[in-house]
């Protein structure tokens, strides 16, 4: 099978699936989401992808009709159904509607919709660095929830993306870098330290960088989560950008003008190790 969509109990090709016109999604964006890659037909730290998933549940009170074990088992078993041993792999949960078509409240307890969506597809390549610029973040302040309202996230890739460049880098008031549309960044400092925004609710705390931070501890680097200012972006040794599918991601170049490049040593240890977890966890 090429790819796989599955939603609510059936399963097809994608351009076989069809959507109940009345699920929120289509109205409110009213749901959370995860997505992960997998190699060899083993999704990478799918656990940590799971925790996070009901976690954003918990925090919109949307109930899954799955346990932990159970999603985890029918998503494998998903992965296992297409004939690619590379692929993204793409869940979420929507809540359930009632018997109005659109309405804005919702009765509790009520279980959601999953949809499950795969595709063949490879992780980026992290070792040519990329372009990024930086934007105001005028999102909400419930960032640390993975929300399906990606509309913001779609505005600031696009910019990004007509200035040619990998990523969107944001920042709040006072000059606070947060995140990136679909990525975490990271410095590293004149003194060698890993600095990291906190996991606070300005941010989604990347699967990506726990691992990132994992790879630091185990490599001795020390590791600061404190919020850091976009003067201390450009004039840091290193700048990183994470994710799921681009673990590890060099950035040389921020609203045109050429940064970091001073710690190659530290980057490229780390780009090794999550690198090298990557191949061993998913052969």
Not at 41 to 51: G, Q
Not at 106 to 129: C, F, H, T
Not at 218 to 230: A, C, K, Q, R, Y
Not at 239 to 253: A, F, H, K, P, R
Request: glycine share 6%; charged share 25%; proline share 2%.
């Amino acid at each position: 099978m090429k790819d796989l969509a599955f939603y609510d109990g059936y399963s097809s090709e994608i351009d076989n699936m069809t959507i109940p016109f009345c699920d929120r999604a289509h109205f409110f964006g009213d749901g959370v989401y995860e997505v992960a890659m997998a190699r060899n037909y083993t999704i990478y730290a799918l656990d940590e992808h799971i925790e996070r998933f009901y976690a954003s549940a918990d925090a919109l009170k949307i109930n899954i009709a799955y346990s932990k074990d159970e999603l985890s088992s029918l998503i494998c078993s998903l992965v296992r159904r297409l004939d690619s041993d590379e692929q993204s792999v793409y869940w979420q949960v929507t809540r359930r509607y009632g018997d109005e078509a659109r309405e804005h409240t919702y009765s509790e307890g009520a279980q959601g919709k999953l949809w499950v969506m795969l595709r063949p597809s490879k992780i980026k390549d992290i070792y040519n660095p990329v372009k990024a610029i930086t934007l105001p973040d005028t999102r909400w302040h419930h960032c640390n929830i993975k929300s399906i309202n990606l509309i913001p996230a779609v505005m600031y890739a696009q910019k990004a993306k007509e200035q040619g460049a990998y990523e969107a880098i944001l920042y709040r008031k006072g000059g606070r870098v947060t995140e990136c549309s679909h990525s975490n960044v990271h410095i590293i400092t004149s003194n060698g330290v890993f600095k990291t925004a906190p996991a606070d609710n300005m941010i989604l705390a990347g699967i990506a960088r726990s691992h990132l931070i994992s790879a630091c501890r185990s490599l001795g680097i020390e590791v600061d989560e404190s919020p850091f200012t976009i003067d201390e972006m450009m004039n840091a040794e290193e700048i990183i950008l994470s994710s799921t599918s681009g673990m590890c991601m060099v950035c040389d170049s921020i609203d045109g003008k050429s940064v970091g490049g001073k710690n190659k040593a530290i980057a490229d240890a780390i780009r090794h190790w999550v690198m090298t977890d990557f191949i061993e966890k998913t052969s």
